[in-house]
């Protein structure tokens, strides 16, 4: 939704991540990681998943990052990564646990935008099913924009 280019100027640090704030706190997400190479911690990461995956539990990535490096992660600012959820609802209604006023300053403030509600408004991602787009009572306009967004780029570079 916005450049970031200012990404590659950031302080040298094994991992950057933006919260997942729609889940109980503190709790970081995966949408998008800002990782430096470092054979060290990848060596880690490899015996840990494979410690996990002998014990028969099931890790996604998401679960690693929390369990391994919530305490030592370095926060991007801001809200980087938003749920399209948040635009279900009208412009100005209060966005979900954010410092942001409303919905509408939310889409100023996002950078990325993670699909988490279909265009049916239930939870899915557009390339799943039809294209075509519920009506949803009062929503932003932003939501259907980011689906029409979606999908023209996915025919331009995807066919």
């Not at 995966?30 to 060290?40: D, G, H, T, W």
């Not at 519920?134 to 306009?141: E, T």
Request: net charge negative; hydrophobic share 35%; proline share 6%.
């Amino acid at each position: 939704m916005k450049n970031m280019d200012h990404l590659f100027h950031l302080p040298s640090y094994f991992l950057y991540a933006s919260r997942a704030y729609w889940l109980h706190q503190p709790f970081l997400t995966s949408v998008m990681l800002i990782i430096e190479p470092n054979q060290k911690i990848y060596d880690f990461l490899h015996s840990e998943l494979h410690e996990r995956e002998s014990r028969g539990e099931i890790n996604f990535d998401m679960d690693i990052i929390n369990a391994l490096y919530i305490d030592t992660v370095s926060l991007l600012p801001g809200y980087f990564v938003v749920l399209n959820s948040e635009f279900v609802k009208s412009p100005n209604e209060p966005a979900m646990n954010t410092p942001f006023k409303t919905v509408d300053d939310l889409t100023k403030e996002a950078y990325i935008v993670h699909f988490s509600t279909s265009q049916s408004g239930v939870y899915g991602k557009p390339w799943r099913g039809e294209r075509k787009i519920k009506k949803q009572k009062n929503a932003h306009p932003f939501f259907y924009e980011i689906f029409n967004t979606w999908w023209n780029y996915q025919d331009r570079l995807c066919y």
